[in-house]
């Protein structure tokens, strides 16, 4: 409950303002598809055309390092001060590998044509690589050898994080998510045959909870999902996005962020209950790949023509312009048995209704366009349950009791 007060008392008193996200000078115009943050420091993205870029002070100047080749490169990560890891391809495989710090890299996998979407490592000899065609290397050695895993898919794959040395996630076409227990010895299929649903990033700020993006494409619409039980299930949550997304991130259990076509960057507070959109000033037309936080606070996002954006205060809360109003909702008869009226004591236009229970799982979500709405809820159990109305300029909220 002091998540969803926090939450309201951001909403209603915060505005947004250009200096939420700002532009760096990153020296290039390649898009720029991945960046990874080893500390508040230093910092690194990688993109297409070879690009690798390093900052050492914060994102005040960045430094192109040494990788002449014209491979796309689509994820980067480092496991100490020296050593890191991208993957991408073009005629050919790349994984490539820097001892120093990305002064220079050579590509460890030469020699294959498939093409790779992300790298992981687990500690600084195992490490995994997904890409097209259902593919999972896995090495043991720090990259020396690679071995292929049976994924038992042939869809691409986007995506892949660990929770432990065991316990891993890869994500990627028709809605497929597929987790290891054993090191990626077995994956098993635990979702699978969502045509036309593309998963792009999967993150989990612990064990058990973790969150994956994407696009659906009928109908268009920003994709997240949520496990609170280590991928056992998945539950769809309300983007409040028709565009794709690309990336997602958290700081902490409630905290994420989600960024994709079009200039979107999505909030959360509450563990993905609500997503609040952000701005930054950059064009609308604008994709953005990746997002990376270094504390609570400073984080940066890359994306088409080498844009690097930061923040240092949370990308703030809400839209440019808009002032986020948290009103009270009439809510009547209150305790009620069967149906109740949702008014809003003013007419709303394309509102989101959304209510939880007390753990915060979501149990009716719907459009709402009236002044006064009739919401049945005879199949619910009895209890609290807490009401949300929120659209790009307010958010009303209330808390009714079922018998």
Request: charge should be negative; aromatic fraction near 12%.
């Amino acid at each position: 409950m002091k998540t969803k007060i926090l939450f309201l008392a951001l909403l209603a008193t915060n505005i947004a303002t250009a200096q939420d996200w700002t532009i760096q000078n990153s020296g290039t115009m390649n898009c720029l598809n991945s960046v990874y943050c080893r500390n508040s420091d230093t910092i690194y993205a990688v993109g297409n055309e070879g690009t690798i870029l390093k900052t050492i002070n914060g994102g005040i100047n960045w430094i192109i390092q040494n990788w002449n080749t014209t491979y796309c490169l689509n994820s980067v990560r480092f496991l100490n001060s020296n050593i890191g890891y991208a993957t991408g391809g073009g005629d050919q495989s790349a994984i490539l590998k820097t001892t120093n710090g990305g002064t220079f890299w050579t590509n460890i996998y030469p020699g294959s044509t498939y093409y790779f979407h992300d790298v992981f490592f687990t500690d600084t000899n195992t490490g995994y690589v997904v890409g097209e065609s259902g593919r999972i290397l896995k090495t043991v050695d720090g990259g020396n050898n690679w071995a292929l895993q049976s994924s038992g898919t042939i869809v691409s794959l986007y995506s892949v994080y660990f929770t432990d040395s065991n316990t891993g996630y890869a994500v990627g076409s028709e809605n497929t998510i597929l987790r290891t227990n054993d090191g990626g010895i077995n994956w098993t299929i635990q979702v699978n045959g969502g045509p036309g649903v593309y998963l792009f990033s999967v993150y989990f700020p612990n064990a058990n909870t973790g969150y994956a993006v994407g696009y659906e494409i009928n109908p268009n619409y920003g994709y997240i999902v949520k496990t609170i039980n280590g991928g056992l299930d998945w539950t769809t949550q309300e983007s409040g996005t028709s565009k794709s997304l690309q990336s997602v991130y958290f700081t902490d259990l409630n905290t994420g962020y989600a960024v994709g076509a079009e200039n979107t960057i999505l909030k959360t507070l509450n563990g993905g209950t609500t997503w609040i959109k952000q701005n930054a000033e950059i064009p609308t037309s604008t994709m953005l790949h990746s997002v990376y936080f270094t504390e609570a606070d400073s984080g940066y996002v890359t994306g088409e023509g080498g844009l690097i954006l930061k923040t240092t205060n949370g990308g703030g809360v809400g839209l440019t312009g808009h002032t986020f109003t948290s009103q009270p909702l009439k809510l009547y008869p209150n305790p009620v048995k069967d149906k109740f009226t949702l008014d809003c004591s003013t007419p709303v236009i394309n509102a989101y209704l959304l209510i939880t229970d007390v753990h915060g799982q979501n149990i009716i979500q719907k459009q709402v366009n009236n002044t006064l709405t009739s919401i049945d809820i005879s199949g619910l159990q009895a209890g609290v349950y807490f009401i949300q109305v929120m659209n790009e300029t307010m958010i009303k909220v209330g808390k009714i009791i079922k018998e």
